[in-house]
């Protein structure tokens, strides 16, 4: 996580020391953004900080923070961010990690390994910064789900139902914000050239012979995947960074609310609406045909 403070915003990211938290962290400082970046544990936010430009260092912030500590704990070390600066303008829920399992294999032991970082830790962190976030003039909010909420493979159920409800309480959130005028942003990456995006070894502990081909296909894949995304995550966060700042690509536009980042992001987002829509022509006469005569 790491909390931005723009020269008129302050905001928060999670997972900072690699990936998209990195880069994010450097673009925001190159636009003279303040930022606090959270992450794990110290060595990785110390080498994050010495990968800075030091011309800017001086508008970075480190603060260590796991956003499965719970609740508690978050709001303290949010509290303490906000008090850097003064303010917390922007939140950037970027922490969450992947572990691929075939979902009989896994079960629901698995499911909730997988919900607590991207789900329950981004619940847990946007609750602690909310108060900070209501108090501030401009606030935004920004959130990383994936385009794997909206297309799933086999092997990869338990990352794809994190991140499909992390899309549905990302609106529940711009619905239940729009009042205090915090504007919510749900970012779905497809494929992406980051660091470390496989190194979650496929679940094998319970294998079940039945699914032998297809666990080996899915681990396979994976593996093959890593290093040939043809997305650059560069490019990527810096248009995270417009639509945030309203400059660049999105100077002139209206807020999106969704951004859909990759050219297999955009196929399979609309695939899967084109699918839904089709389902709902062919049968609009059962779906409409329920009522009370």
Known sequence: MSINH????????TGTSSGFGRRLVTSALR???RVIATARTSEKL???AASCDPKVRHNLHTLQLDVTEGEAALRAKTDEAAAVWGQIDVLVNNAGVGYHSILEEGGSAHLRKQFEPNVFG??????AALPHLRASKDALMVILGSRSGWRTIPGIGPY?????AVHSLTETLSAELAQFNIRVLLVAPGSFRTEGIYAQAFN???????YDAMRQTSASRNQAVAGNEKGDPDKAMEA????????????GRTWPGYLVLGEDAEHDVRA??????????????????????
């Open 46 to 48: 110390e080498a994050l």
């Open 122 to 127: 981004m619940v847990d962190m946007t609750v």
């Open 272 to 293: 899967q609406c084109n699918k839904i829509l089709k389902a709902l022509d062919e049968w609009k006469d059962v779906s409409c045909g329920v009522n009370f005569d």
């Open 160 to 164: 794809a139902a994190s991140k499909a």
């Open 31 to 33: 636009r003279g953004d």
């Open 6 to 13: 723009r020269s008129t915003h302050t905001s928060t990211n």
């Open 204 to 210: 094998t502990q319970n294998p079940i012979a039945a």
């Open 240 to 251: 995270v960074i417009d639509v945030v700042r309203g400059e660049g690509v999105a100077k």
